[in-house]
T-cell receptor
């Protein structure tokens, strides 16, 4: 069975500082990996996804993520955080044969200090 | 880009009544739609997968007679919470995809409060 672990429940960073949100997955084959952002009371917005190819994936809003098969990780990074990045972030893994049926991590809440 | 519209964005209903939530793909044909439930401060839990023209596939523990899902067209899926009770209060989110080689897009969610 596939699973996703986001070890950090809550992260606080200062505006302008760099950010890394951790995500570890468990899946028997090559996974489809996603990062989503959710603002309070809103749906999810896709930041980026990895299906295959280059393991460093660029997304929207200046985010990137790196797929490391040896570590079963797909960490999300941003070099300089903006106050508007404060939100809930979810990592998800989908089966190759049914990428839509994803399993989500428990999420990481990002707080940005002025 | 792909857009999924979910309606209503919030609804309050009395205990024992039924509520219908719509999920529409506005600019693409969604062969598959997914319904999720999210409790406060928690992650999304997949409730069911619906393919156009077929019966929905429910995840273990989800009551199919309580959460009726209809996917009658390639652009519309509905979730009906029947005989709603306060414990059904939650945030319900749909997502839609045109196929496994495409990405999938989430709706903006529906906040259901049963009083």
């Amino acid at each position: 069975a596939q699973s996703v672990t986001q070890p950090d429940i809550h992260i606080t960073v200062s505006e302008g500082a760099s950010l890394e949100l951790r995500c570890n997955y468990s899946y028997g084959a090559t996974p489809y990996l996603f990062w989503y952002v959710q603002s309070p009371g809103q749906g999810l917005q896709l930041l980026l996804k990895y299906f295959s190819g280059d393991t460093l994936v660029q997304g929207i809003k200046g985010f990137e993520a790196e797929f490391k098969r040896s570590q079963s990780s797909f960490n999300l990074r941003k070099p300089s955080v903006h106050w508007s990045d404060a939100a809930e972030y979810f990592c998800a893994v989908g089966a190759v044969d049914n990428a839509g049926k994803s399993t989500f991590g428990d999420g990481t809440t990002l707080t940005v200090k002025p | 880009g792909a857009v999924v519209s979910q309606h209503p964005s919030w609804v309050i209903c009395k205990s024992g009544t039924s509520v219908k939530i719509e999920c529409r793909s506005l600019d693409f044909q969604a062969t598959t739609m997914f319904w999720y439930r999210q409790f406060p401060k928690q992650s999304l839990m997949l409730m069911a997968t619906s393919n156009e023209g077929s019966k929905a596939t429910y995840e273990q523990g989800v009551e199919k007679d309580k959460f009726l899902i209809n996917h009658a067209s390639l652009t519309l899926s509905t979730l009906t919470v029947t005989s709603a009770h306060p414990e059904d209060s939650s945030f319900y989110i749909c997502s839609a995809t045109a196929g496994s080689n495409y990405g999938y897009t989430f709706g903006s969610g529906t906040r259901l409060t049963v009083v």
